[in-house]
């Protein structure tokens, strides 16, 4: 059992006007004091959310403030908001990692935060990092403690609490829902520890292209972001000669952080022609069937910082676009993999991406669909918009029963022939306004290639042009 309270430095002068231990991690360091300094979770942390008020105390003296189950990517602040919970409202503090911790150290915490409660009037704040790690039956002996608010537990897990956490255990919770940190407040993590007297206190010049990959290497995490800057950091005091004396700010460039965290910068511009040029060559590699190619250019992508959720889009597109009938059951993969990747994100999405890449690359490819709805769409801006044909009209409106209009549902209309009648399901009419009906017996809008499934669905193609135009 640990017990912490980070910010109860402060106060202690043998730790510098600066009220941070230097020789701590720099994410630590510039964890952040009050609600006023955490970075994104706009929504979980707005005014009168539950996370706010039981950060800020402001809960009713007659039920008393709820335990959370705090859910969230690494580095989004979930430890800080338990830290938060703790010291805002002047509660006591004990940590403790699922990962080491069992039923007997539970047991101490709740007994302890009983006495603190009975002796002094203390409300005791436990906070239990990766709770996903504990078994049911370690879960089970939080609730007594909950249940009777002798604890107020926050519990912090990356995994989805649905399946993770008992039952009884969220019916007795708040559940609060974190979001990874955009690039824009990464950046903003970034310029704070450059400056703050708790972090680099100005000491160091970051140079833009520096800055640039440090936030799309953190991905949406702020203490990847922080750790980061720390190591390249040190690799730019390196750099100072020695005995040439320290320069008022050290320069930091982006060499600096390639060498720290072993990861050269891709050269990508998410706005700009490489974003455009990537896109495009991943999509083309994937038509092409060069199947380590669109590996490379998804990898680019990914490394440099890419949403996963464009990148998917992409792939759902060229499923259709490019393999088509070739190989229907590439669409289904790709729908598959947005919303997968939607709920999972990194770094696990790069997965679920490669094998709807792998899919879509190797598939046989059509373009016969793509280019069948092009060309409809093209006769009817042409202006080849005839009216429908009579016994094809609707009869689902007023006026429809004053002339003689067709139904739908295999109703007997006089020019209508229900194609369920007929043998083989195929009714010889009309379908088309007369001007294309004439015009594509001699071409056709969908043209099924000979490659893959749709081979398959040559022979059947040409019957029913032979059975509905009366030409093949």
């Given at each position: 059992m640990v017990?912490?309270?980070?910010?109860?430095?402060s106060?202690?002068?043998?730790?510098?006007?600066t009220?941070?231990d230097?020789?701590?991690?720099?994410?630590?360091?510039?964890r952040?004091r009050?609600?006023?300094?955490?970075?994104?979770?706009?929504?979980?942390?707005?005014p009168?959310?539950?996370?706010?008020?039981l950060?800020?105390?402001?809960?009713s003296a007659?039920?008393?403030?709820?335990?959370?189950?705090i859910?969230?990517?690494?580095?989004?602040g979930?430890t800080?908001l338990?830290h938060l919970?703790a010291t805002?409202?002047?509660?006591?503090?004990?940590?403790?990692?699922?990962?080491?911790?069992?039923?007997?150290?539970?047991?101490?915490v709740l007994?302890?935060?009983?006495?603190?409660r009975?002796l002094?009037?203390?409300?005791?704040v436990?906070?239990l990092?990766e709770?996903?790690?504990?078994s049911?039956?370690q879960?089970?002996?939080?609730?007594?403690?909950?249940?009777?608010?002798?604890v107020?537990?926050?519990?912090?897990t990356?995994?989805?609490?649905?399946?993770?956490v008992?039952?009884?255990?969220?019916?007795r919770?708040?559940?609060?829902?974190?979001?990874?940190?955009?690039r824009e407040?990464?950046?903003e993590?970034?310029d704070?520890?450059?400056?703050?007297?708790r972090?680099?206190a100005?000491?160091y010049?970051?140079?833009?292209?520096?800055r640039d990959h440090l936030?799309?290497i953190a991905?949406?995490?702020?203490r990847?972001a922080?750790?980061s800057?720390?190591a390249?950091a040190?690799?730019a005091?390196?750099d100072?000669?020695f005995?040439a004396?320290v320069p008022?700010?050290?320069?930091?460039?982006?060499?600096?952080?390639?060498?720290?965290v072993?990861r050269?910068?891709v050269?990508?511009?998410?706005?700009?022609d490489?974003?455009?040029?990537?896109a495009s060559?991943f999509?083309?590699?994937?038509?092409?069937s060069?199947?380590?190619?669109?590996?490379?250019y998804?990898?680019?992508?990914?490394e440099?910082?890419?949403?996963?959720?464009?990148?998917?889009?992409?792939?759902v597109i060229?499923a259709?676009e490019d393999?088509?009938?070739?190989d229907?059951t590439?669409l289904?993969t790709?729908?598959?993999?947005?919303?997968a990747?939607?709920?999972?994100?990194?770094?696990?999405?790069?997965?679920i991406?490669?094998?709807?890449?792998?899919h879509n690359?190797?598939?046989?490819?059509?373009?016969?669909?793509?280019t069948?709805?092009?060309?409809?769409?093209?006769?009817v801006?042409?202006g080849?918009?005839?009216?429908?044909?009579p016994?094809l009209?609707?009869?689902?409106y007023?006026?429809a029963?004053n002339?003689?209009?067709?139904?739908?549902?295999g109703?007997?209309?006089?020019g209508?022939?229900?194609?369920?009648?007929q043998?083989?399901?195929?009714?010889e009419q009309?379908?088309?306004?007369?001007?294309l009906?004439?015009?594509l017996?001699?071409?056709s809008?969908?043209?099924?290639?000979?490659r893959?499934?749709e081979?398959?669905?040559?022979?059947?193609?040409?019957?029913?042009?032979?059975?509905l135009?009366?030409?093949?």
């Amino acid at each position: 059992m640990v017990s912490i309270d980070l910010f109860a430095s402060s106060d202690d002068p043998s730790e510098g006007s600066t009220g941070a231990d230097l020789n701590a991690p720099l994410a630590v360091r510039m964890r952040p004091r009050t609600l006023d300094d955490v970075r994104g979770q706009r929504e979980v942390l707005g005014p009168g959310s539950p996370l706010r008020r039981l950060v800020e105390g402001s809960v009713s003296a007659v039920t008393g403030p709820m335990s959370a189950i705090i859910w969230g990517p690494p580095g989004t602040g979930k430890t800080t908001l338990a830290h938060l919970v703790a010291t805002a409202a002047d509660r006591d503090f004990v940590q403790l990692s699922a990962v080491t911790a069992g039923v007997k150290d539970v047991r101490a915490v709740l007994e302890g935060a009983a006495r603190a409660r009975s002796l002094y009037g203390r409300q005791t704040v436990l906070f239990l990092d990766e709770i996903h790690r504990f078994s049911k039956a370690q879960q089970d002996a939080l609730l007594p403690g909950v249940e009777n608010r002798e604890v107020v537990l926050v519990a912090a897990t990356t995994e989805n609490p649905s399946f993770s956490v008992i039952a009884p255990l969220l019916s007795r919770s708040i559940l609060v829902t974190l979001e990874s940190l955009t690039r824009e407040e990464v950046g903003e993590v970034i310029d704070a520890a450059l400056q703050d007297e708790r972090g680099l206190a100005g000491g160091y010049e970051l140079e833009a292209g520096a800055r640039d990959h440090l936030v799309a290497i953190a991905g949406g995490d702020a203490r990847r972001a922080l750790t980061s800057l720390e190591a390249a950091a040190g690799v730019a005091d390196g750099d100072v000669a020695f005995g040439a004396g320290v320069p008022e700010a050290v320069p930091l460039t982006l060499a600096h952080v390639e060498q720290a965290v072993a990861r050269a910068a891709v050269r990508y511009d998410r706005t700009g022609d490489q974003h455009y040029d990537v896109a495009s060559a991943f999509i083309k590699s994937m038509r092409g069937s060069d199947v380590d190619a669109a590996l490379h250019y998804l990898a680019r992508q990914l490394e440099a910082g890419e949403d996963p959720r464009f990148i998917a889009r992409r792939v759902v597109i060229s499923a259709s676009e490019d393999v088509g009938l070739g190989d229907p059951t590439a669409l289904q993969t790709a729908v598959a993999a947005m919303h997968a990747v939607a709920q999972i994100g990194m770094p696990e999405a790069r997965i679920i991406l490669a094998q709807a890449v792998v899919h879509n690359a190797l598939a046989p490819k059509s373009n016969a669909a793509y280019t069948g709805i092009n060309e409809a769409i093209a006769d009817v801006r042409k202006g080849k918009v005839q009216a429908v044909p009579p016994h094809l009209r609707g009869s689902g409106y007023t006026q429809a029963a004053n002339r003689a209009a067709g139904a739908s549902g295999g109703a007997k209309v006089e020019g209508y022939v229900y194609a369920h009648d007929q043998p083989e399901g195929v009714a010889e009419q009309q379908y088309l306004p007369d001007d294309l009906h004439a015009e594509l017996a001699e071409r056709s809008y969908y043209r099924p290639t000979d490659r893959g499934f749709e081979a398959r669905l040559q022979e059947r193609w040409t019957w029913l042009r032979k059975r509905l135009r009366g030409q093949g």
